[in-house]
């Protein structure tokens, strides 16, 4: 079965950290640059960051740069998010998202169901 | 960053109603932009892709157009499946960015 399933939300205090993981099964993992995306309550959808297919390029949104890593484990099939310095802003639904190649184009083709994450003192 | 504007941010729609969701982008885009369904408590779920492409396993009743900063979803006949949330998204330069959203209500 095609699926991502993320793993590792929950409550946080501000400053802290949180390391998030999304297991790949059902495809070559390995083909496919990987995304994560996160929704505020009651809020829109907000990227956070990607990574090349394998591991060679990385990008962050500014709201996370310097303080999210991103990184795969392709033998495990497995995506991370390695949150540190953890803000009250933070808090949300983290998704890994699969791309979706057509010609130059991305868009996001296999979700996860979410991980919450609750930044909170 | 490109900002992605969409509109309305709701609506309020019969069961066979057509549907028409548009967005902006700040700059042109050509046709890297992307439409995705939310239902609440759910993952997104990719509809069209490069501007008009339906994704695997759409419906017809969805269809999408536009080029440069203008783009539209339609949806032909509202199913009551399709109450929903909507999304566009551009790929054309990073970061990615979304647009606020639709959410489809059930007049």
């Known amino acids: 079965q095609v699926q991502l399933v993320e793993s590792g939300g929950g409550v946080a205090q501000p400053g802290r950290s949180l390391r998030l993981s999304c297991a790949a099964s059902?495809?070559?993992?390995?083909?496919?640059?990987m995304h994560w995306v996160r929704q505020a309550p009651g809020k829109g959808l907000e990227w956070v960051a990607v990574?090349?297919?394998?591991?060679?390029?990385?990008y962050y949104a500014d709201s996370v740069k310097g303080r999210f890593t991103i990184s795969r484990d392709n033998p495990k099939n497995t995506l991370h998010l390695q949150m540190d310095s953890l803000r009250v802003e933070d808090t949300a639904v983290y998704y890994c998202?699969?791309?979706?190649?057509?010609?130059?184009?991305?868009?996001?083709?296999?979700w996860g169901q979410g991980t919450l994450v609750t930044v909170s003192s | 960053d490109i900002q992605m504007t969409q509109s309305p941010s709701s609506l309020s729609a019969s069961v066979g109603d057509r549907v028409t969701i548009t967005c902006r982008a700040s700059?042109?885009?050509?046709?890297?932009l992307h439409w995705y369904q939310q239902k609440p408590g759910k993952a997104p779920r990719l509809l069209i892709y490069?501007?008009?492409s339906l994704h695997s396993g759409v419906p017809s009743r969805f269809s999408a157009s536009g080029s440069g900063t203008d783009f539209t979803l339609t949806i032909s006949s509202l199913q009551p499946e399709d109450f929903a949330s909507y999304y566009c998204?551009?790929?054309?330069?990073?970061?990615?960015?979304f647009g606020g959203g639709t959410k489809v209500e059930i007049k």
């Open positions: 998202a699969r791309v979706f190649h057509s010609g130059n184009s991305q868009s996001l083709d296999l």
């Open positions: 059902g495809f070559t993992f390995s083909h496919y640059g």
């Open positions: 990574i090349w297919y394998d591991g060679s390029n990385k």
């Open positions: 700059q042109s885009i050509n046709t890297f």
């Open positions: 490069g501007a008009s």
């Open positions: 998204q551009q790929s054309h330069s990073s970061p990615l960015t």
